[in-house]
């Protein structure tokens, strides 16, 4: 019971701190961070699962700050760690990591080859959901690197769907959707016009995933979407909806209130 | 083939050997794979002819066989029976793999076609699906055998349980339909073979057609099917069946009489476009979804085994403690069995019924017997569940999550049915089970143990009182044993999970159990909270029930989608015969040139090809009519035209014709008898291939108005066949059908009605040695 009960409080605090990245509130973040981080034994090469994931977690707080040099320094020494002491798996993750670091930098070129190895870790080791989201990461890669690529993109993106609707989170789920969208949206030779579902629904999906996470980052980016496509099909009450949506997703993202936070301590 | 003189004659078809056979042969098909020839005899046996006549295996079905195909692998043999089962054998021995009956009508006629376009490695690559289930598990657990049932043949039945497991390995085949058609006119989808994906009616199609100048739908009335095929692209079926054209009388206005009535041998051809436009997500539910059913049946078969050896067990313990319970009253006590033994462990007395019961009348070796019958039962339990029951749960609970991953890409699988509701519901089922498979497991294993605690107690105070030594035996644990007599003794929790006449029993669960189910519930777990509460075979069951309706939008979604497209009248009749010649096939057309979604391939042309009765010859004669270009109607409609090509061939007279069959390239061959009709069997007969493609085929429009015979405007141009001048062989036995021909392997057999088998090789000719001596 005991060792359940110690467990409960690790998946608590994860899911705590993923609330308040998804809800912008970086420092409660942190916070809750440093808790999980504490839970850990001091004694070196103990409790490794536990430690690796508070810095797992630490890199993708600074992540979410913007902190682009301090984020993948972070995990650059997180996969020395890991390195150190063999543990493949959390490898394949901080690889993932600093791919999606070098991506939101805006750095895609960077981005490549990390996503890459993490793709060939996740193959050897079987690791069929890691490597859908890496595949999805990919392909947000290629995307960001130009229009030409749109093809490329949803082929990969389509690739992982099953696994990712599957067996992923909201937030992984929300992501291929948008990214979905997003690779139809940049194909030139898509008309949107013609057959507005394949890029709606996707996106009605998301939105309505990342509502219940309260992730306003991508809900408002879903939203965005949304009511360019319904102003694009004249759609304008539609389209107004969506624009409102968006505005109280980017309002809540720019504007954290704090005072909900203290129901979790 | 240059003759010099023309004294050597050069005789088409090399005969391979004239054989005499035991019985008649009702159904014969060649295996398109493999030069084997599966015979159906009169008396209902299967027989498996290698191209020699060596026989490799005979089985008889029990019921009556109505038809047979081959798996177009040529691996497995479908037959279809008289009581609507659907069986499927291996080709090597014959053994049976499974068997479907989900219609309860007799199978006139089977048709299994694979997908004749290969995979590109273009753009459709992605949705190549992989099976991930082997990488994670151990090869799929088999159906445990229930104890004290010796198989024949060890050896023999797990060769039988190697070739099911591979059968239900799908991944590597390609994607193929099995189509069935039953005496009521229902027409039944399964892809391959194993997984029913569809259902249709032919009752239920309406045929638009003028009748008296108004425009009314018209159905087909006490219609039995006659011949399906599948075309290769699996996107067209052609139905032929006899029946009445009648209007709807939804249709029918009052004091109109529908007396328009058009008896004979239609022609449907249904579009079937889904399972090609759809067949890559089709196969992937398929393959998980009948490696599901497999799974389910291994579990089933735990349950009821387990269910089985536990009860045989208890009963036996039960059998010698009641002798106790007798005792007590016939000592005049008013206790329980329970209570003497309380007493007898707490040192208070020790009673004489129970002394008696325990030194008399069940004694050491009684004791130690039962001991052994019921430990050795919970071992088997164990084993069960190890081996055969957690194993199929697991793959279960990993498929089911699969499907429904499946299920929540909307854009893609919507449009086959699945419904993400439903299969959220199943896969949440199949991860309760798995809890309670565990859960299962405890239970079995503390009750194992308190039961063996209780025996040690027991044979201590047996040695005890009998004044023998018993510092040697094993301690016991005094207040297990209270436990025991109070919860186990006369209650079977073991039983009561596994029974599913209880299956409505309630477990009880303590509250801080259930508080934690709750909490679970934020983390992701089981919505359902009271899951607990339900029994391992409660469970199973509304597992079951939740996956059939999981997989039953698709049957019903996919059935919806599957509509007649086209209707032609093939020849009016106003008796329907027993017995109609008629073939079936798609050709290829190398001219014409079609894309498909994955690239290009050759337009696929449908023949049909059937002779028209005697008795209806009053209009043309008897005829044998080939039509062709019925799937190609609506792209010519687009041009103005609706017609389709025919030509009707005269019989020369003295003869009839037999049986026929499209062949490849375009051909037909013909199995003519000589002799006014079936009952007249004497002479000679003639196996003959014509080219069809060759043929004068001339256009004929499809005619919207009932009671219009579209063929009678042939009526003037019959070509009249001349056996010298076709390509045609003379048989010296008067022939019966079935004439079976292979297309891939070129070889044809024909049965004499004097019991003999006669095969030929259609592609070589064989030198006339007669004519030589001449």
């Not at chain 1, 929300?174 to 949107?192: G, H, N, Q």
């Not at chain 2, 084997?36 to 019921?63: C, Y």
């Not at chain 2, 109609?580 to 001219?591: A, G, Q, W």
């Not at chain 2, 799937?631 to 009707?648: C, F, K, P, Q, Y």
């Given at each position: 019971m ?58 993708r ?9 301090k ?60 490597k859908?989201s ?16 749109a093809?490329?993109?949803?082929t ?7 696994m990712?609707?599957?067996?992923g ?20 030779c ?23 996470i ?34 109280t ?7 954290p ?9 | ?14 005969l ?8 008649h042969?009702?159904?014969a ?28 295996w ?9 038809s047979?195909?081959?798996r ?60 991930r ?8 657990p088999?159906v ?19 070739s099911?497991?591979e ?12 189509c ?52 290769k692209?699996?996107?067209?079926l052609?139905?032929t ?17 529908g007396?328009h ?33 497999d799974?389910r049946?291994?579990?089933?078969a ?20 009641n002798?106790?319970s ?11 069995p ?31 017997r ?43 699988y ?70 025991f ?22 477990i ?58 086209k ?6 009749l ?10 079936l096939s ?47 109607v ?48 004497s002479?000679?007969?003639?196996l003959m ?11 004929i ?27 045609a062989?003379?048989i ?17 057999c ?22 030589d001596?001449?």
């Amino acid at each position: 019971m005991s060792v359940s009960k110690s467990q409960m409080l690790m998946l608590k605090l994860q899911l705590l701190h993923e609330h308040s990245l998804h809800r912008g509130q970086l420092k409660v973040a942190q916070c809750l961070c440093d808790e999980l981080g504490f839970l850990a034994s001091p004694v070196s090469g103990v409790d490794m699962d536990l430690k690796i994931e508070a810095s797992l977690r630490h890199a993708r707080t600074l992540l979410a700050a913007k902190q682009f040099s301090k984020a993948a320094a972070v995990a650059q020494s997180l996969f020395c760690m890991c390195y150190k002491f063999n543990l493949h798996v959390q490898n394949a993750n901080v690889l993932l990591l600093l791919a999606e670091i070098h991506k939101k930098s805006g750095n895609a070129v960077l981005g490549l080859p990390y996503a890459l190895a993490c793709l060939s870790f996740c193959q050897s080791f079987n690791l069929d959901l890691l490597k859908a989201s890496a595949t999805l990461t990919l392909a947000e890669l290629w995307l960001s690197l130009g229009a030409s690529h749109a093809k490329r993109a949803l082929t990969l993106t389509h690739s992982a769907l099953p696994m990712i609707l599957g067996h992923g989170g909201l937030e992984l789920r929300a992501r291929a959707y948008i990214t979905e969208a997003k690779c139809y949206l940049s194909d030139p030779c898509f008309s949107v016009s013609e057959n507005p579902d394949v890029v709606l629904d996707p996106l009605g999906q998301a939105s309505e995933d990342l509502q219940l996470i309260e992730y306003h980052e991508l809900a408002a980016e879903a939203f965005y979407l949304m009511s360019i496509i319904y102003d694009k099909l004249g759609k304008s009450n539609e389209r107004e909806e969506a624009a409102a949506s968006f505005r109280t997703h980017i309002t809540a993202l720019e504007d954290p209130q704090d005072e909900t936070n203290e129901q979790y301590n | 083939m240059e003759s010099d003189d023309g004294v050597q004659r050069v005789i088409p078809f090399q005969l391979q050997f004239d054989k005499p056979l035991a019985s008649h042969v009702r159904m014969a098909e060649w295996n398109p794979e493999k030069d084997l020839l599966a015979m159906v005899t009169e008396d209902s046996k299967v027989m498996l002819h290698r191209f020699n006549w060596q026989r490799l295996w005979t089985i008889s079905p029990g019921k009556n066989v109505s038809s047979l195909c081959w798996r177009p692998d040529g691996k497995a043999l479908a037959l279809g029976l008289e009581d609507g089962t659907v069986t499927l054998h291996d080709v090597e021995n014959g053994k049976l793999l499974r068997s479907l009956n989900s219609h309860a009508a007799s199978v006139v006629c089977l048709n299994w076609e694979e997908d004749v376009h290969l995979q590109t490695n273009g753009c459709g690559n992605y949705l190549s699906f992989e099976d991930r289930t082997p990488r994670f598990f151990p090869p799929a657990p088999r159906v445990p055998r229930m104890p004290g049932l010796v198989s024949g043949d060890a050896g023999f039945t797990e060769d039988g349980q190697d070739s099911f497991m591979e059968f239900s390995n799908s991944s590597n085949q390609r994607f193929n339909i099995l189509c069935s058609g039953h005496t009521d006119g229902t027409l039944l989808f399964s892809i391959f073979g194993i997984f029913p994906v569809g259902k249709i009616n032919i009752h239920s199609c309406r045929v638009p057609y003028v009748v008296q100048n108004t425009q009314t739908m018209c159905r087909l009335l006490n219609s039995s099917i006659v011949k399906v095929a599948l075309s290769k692209d699996l996107s067209h079926l052609t139905v032929t069946c006899h029946g009445e054209l009648v209007e709807d009388s939804t249709e029918l206005r009052d004091g109109q009489m529908g007396g328009h009535c058009m008896r004979g041998l239609h022609c449907f051809l249904l579009d079937t476009s889904i399972f090609q436009k759809r067949k890559k997500e089709l196969h992937q539910v398929a393959q998980q979804a009948s490696n599901i059913d497999d799974l389910r049946e291994v579990a089933r078969a735990s349950i009821s085994v387990m269910n089985k050896q536990w009860s045989d067990a208890m009963s036996t313990f039960h059998e010698k403690f009641n002798s106790l319970s007798n005792l007590i009253s016939d000592h005049g006590l008013d206790s329980s069995p329970q209570e003497e033994f309380l007493s007898l462990l707490l040192g208070a007395r020790t009673s004489p019924p129970i002394h008696q019961f325990l030194v008399n009348s069940l004694g050491e070796s009684g004791m130690k017997r039962v001991s052994k019958v019921v430990s050795n039962a919970g071992k088997e339990l164990q084993l069960v569940v190890l081996n055969h029951l957690q194993p199929a749960a697991e793959i279960i609970a990993f498929r089911m999550g699969e499907l429904r991953g499946f299920s929540r890409w909307h854009a893609r699988y919507q449009g086959i049915g699945l419904d993400e509701a439903l299969m959220d519901c199943a896969a949440e089922k199949a991860g309760m089970l798995l809890v309670q498979v565990e859960r299962f497991m405890r239970v079995l294993s503390s009750v194992v143990q308190q039961f063996s605690n209780f025996f040690t107690w027991l044979l201590k105070c047996i040695k005890m009182l009998m004044s023998e030594p018993s510092d040697q035996l094993l301690s016991y644990n005094s207040e297990l044993v209270v436990v025991f007599l109070k919860f186990l003794y006369d209650q079977d929790p073991v039983k009561q999970l596994l029974d599913t006449s209880e299956a409505d029993h309630h477990i009880g669960i303590d509250m801080e159990t259930k508080q934690r189910v709750r909490e679970l519930i934020q983390f992701g777990g089981f919505l359902d909270a009271e899951f607990l509460e339900r029994t391992l075979a409660k469970e199973f069951l509304q597992m079951e029930l939740s996956f059939k309706e999981a997989v039953g939008m698709p049957f019903s979604t996919i059935s919806k989608k599957i509509i007649c497209e086209k209707f032609l009248l093939l020849s009016p009749l106003t008796t329907l015969p027993s017995y109609v010649p008629i073939s079936l096939s798609y050709y290829e057309d190398p001219s014409r040139k079609v894309s498909f979604s994955n690239g290009q391939g050759n337009l696929l042309v449908d023949y049909i090809s059937f002779q028209i009765s005697d008795d209806d010859s009053a209009y043309i004669g008897k005829c044998i009519v080939i039509l062709r270009g019925l799937t190609n109607v609506h792209e010519r409609i687009n041009m103005g035209e609706n017609s389709i090509e025919a030509v009707l061939l005269s019989v020369p007279d003295g003869y009839y014709c037999v049986d026929l069959s499209l062949y490849k390239e375009s051909q037909i061959v013909l199995l003519l008898n000589e002799g006014k009709d079936t009952s007249d069997s004497s002479g000679n007969a003639y196996l003959m291939i014509l080219q069809a493609s060759e043929l004068p085929f001339s256009q004929i429009s499809i005619s919207s108005h009932i009671n219009d015979w579209e063929l009678h405007q042939l009526k003037d141009s019959i070509l009249h066949l001349k056996i010298e001048s076709e390509k045609a062989r003379t048989i010296p036995h008067p022939v019966i059908s079935p004439l079976a021909v292979s297309a891939s392997r070129g070889v044809a057999c024909v049965f004499a009605a004097k019991k003999r088998a006669l095969v030929y090789i259609l592609d070589e000719d064989e030198e006339d040695e007669s004519s030589d001596s001449e």
